[in-house]
């Protein structure tokens, strides 16, 4: 692998691709891991696959830990400008037009002619059908 410099905070990283085909940036250094889905630490593996882990420290002292094998942190839990680097990149494109704005539906205003009139004669022909029964 070949180890680049991160160009927010000058640290090494290597670029591993995920099981998803995406490209991410790591540290440099491999660290041992004991696998532990409540674990803290996500680790990426040199063959692409992304896990929950706990990050072993080997001369931690007190009983020995069981070592699962070797990965790599994401240089996104490590980077101390890690927010820059997460913002979306600008492209020369102009940006996308609104979408046409439709004019509003317009009514009858109520005020004109005999609007109510008309209003209180449909429901007083429906008052008389209704009393038929």
């Not at 409540?38 to 063959?47: A, M, N, P």
């Not at 929950?52 to 994401?74: C, F, Q, R």
């Not at 490590?78 to 102009?94: F, G, I, L, N």
């Not at 940006?95 to 109520?110: N, V």
Request: aromatic share 8%; with cysteine; hydrophobic share 30%.
């Amino acid at each position: 692998m070949e180890i680049k410099k991160c160009k927010f905070c000058g640290a090494p990283i290597v670029w591993l691709k995920t099981q998803n085909g995406r490209a991410m940036p790591c540290d440099a250094d491999a660290v041992k891991y004991q696998e532990n889905y409540k674990g803290k630490d996500v680790i990426v593996l040199s063959d692409g696959k992304v896990i929950k882990a706990t990050v072993v420290n080997p001369n931690g002292g007190g009983l020995t830990p069981i070592i699962d094998g070797e990965g790599y942190i994401s240089h996104f839990a490590t980077c101390t400008h890690a927010d820059e680097a997460r913002q979306p990149r600008r492209t020369d494109s102009p940006a996308p037009s609104a979408p046409e704005q439709k004019p509003a539906p317009t009514y009858p205003d109520p005020d004109a002619g005999d609007y109510y009139a008309d209003l209180y004669a449909m429901a007083k022909a429906a008052s008389k059908e209704r009393r038929k029964w």
